[in-house]
Antibody, heavy 119, light 107 residues
Framework: QVQLVESGGGVVQPGRTLRLSCVGSGFTFNTYTIHWVRQTPGRGLEWVAVISSDGSNEYYADSVKGRFTISRDNSKNALYLQMNSLKREDTALYYC????????????WGQGTLVTVSS | EIVMTQSPATLSVSPGERATLSCRASQSVSSSLAWYQQKPGQAPRLLIYGASTRATGIPARFSGSGSGTDFTLTINSLQSEDFAVYYCQHYSNWPRTFGQGTKVEIK
């Protein structure tokens, strides 16, 4: 069955860095676009970043552009989110989610990894 | 950025009744609209895509309609497992954006 499993969350001080990972299984990883989406009680669901199936294209939300970098290693069925210059407002539950190539919905989501930015 | 607005914020419905949820986009998204269900402690689950197509395994009591800027999710004969938060999302351009959610609670 399709699975996406996130890891790497934790408590980090403002200004520091964190790297999230997401490993996919049960599907052909290198044929899917993968997204990061975060969720907070106050701001709800917020799309963060996306990377194309072959890793050649990336898009970011304005709120993270220049600070976060999405990447993938299809040989490991893995997705990453490098988070630099973290701010308190980056505190959230971070999900990875897949979509088919093109303008499509997010058909499977991981269970999320919690990032807390606090001094 | 396209702003997605859902109404109402909370909907109180008795089991067996129908729930009607609305989602409005600030500009046309054509039919590039999805609905997700989220229960406490769980990730969102895709219910509807293309505004009206049920995702795999979604019961027929869930239906979606609309195009352009106005969309509706209808849940017929609400079951106990349907009480949850529902989100709409467009995927017509970047950034993808979500509505703030409608909580369907037991009346």
């Amino acid at each position: 069955q399709v699975q996406l499993v996130e890891s790497g969350g934790g408590v980090v001080q403002p200004g520091r860095t964190l790297r999230l990972s997401c490993v996919g299984s049960g599907f052909t990883f290198n044929t899917y676009t993968i997204h990061w989406v975060r969720q907070t009680p106050g701001r709800g669901l917020e799309w963060v970043a996306v990377i194309s199936s072959d890793g050649s294209n990336e898009y970011y939300a304005d709120s993270v552009k220049g600070r976060f970098t999405i990447s993938r290693d299809n040989s490991k069925n893995a997705l990453y989110l490098q988070m630099n210059s973290l701010k308190r407002e980056d505190t959230a539950l971070y999900y990875c989610a897949r979509s088919r190539v093109g303008a499509t919905a997010f058909d499977y989501w991981g269970q999320g990894t919690l990032v807390t930015v606090s001094s | 950025e396209i702003v997605m607005t859902q109404s109402p914020a909370t909907l109180s419905v008795s089991p067996g009744e129908r729930a009607t949820l609305s989602c409005r986009a600030s500009q046309s998204v054509s039919s590039s609209l999805a609905w997700y269900q989220q229960k406490p402690g769980q990730a969102p689950r895709l219910l509807i895509y293309g505004a009206s197509t049920r995702a795999t395994g979604i019961p027929a009591r869930f239906s979606g309609s609309g195009s352009g800027t106005d969309f509706t999710l209808t849940i017929n004969s609400l079951q106990s497992e349907d009480f949850a938060v529902y989100y709409c999302q467009h995927y017509s351009n970047w950034p993808r954006t979500f509505g703030q959610g409608t909580k369907v609670e037991i009346k």
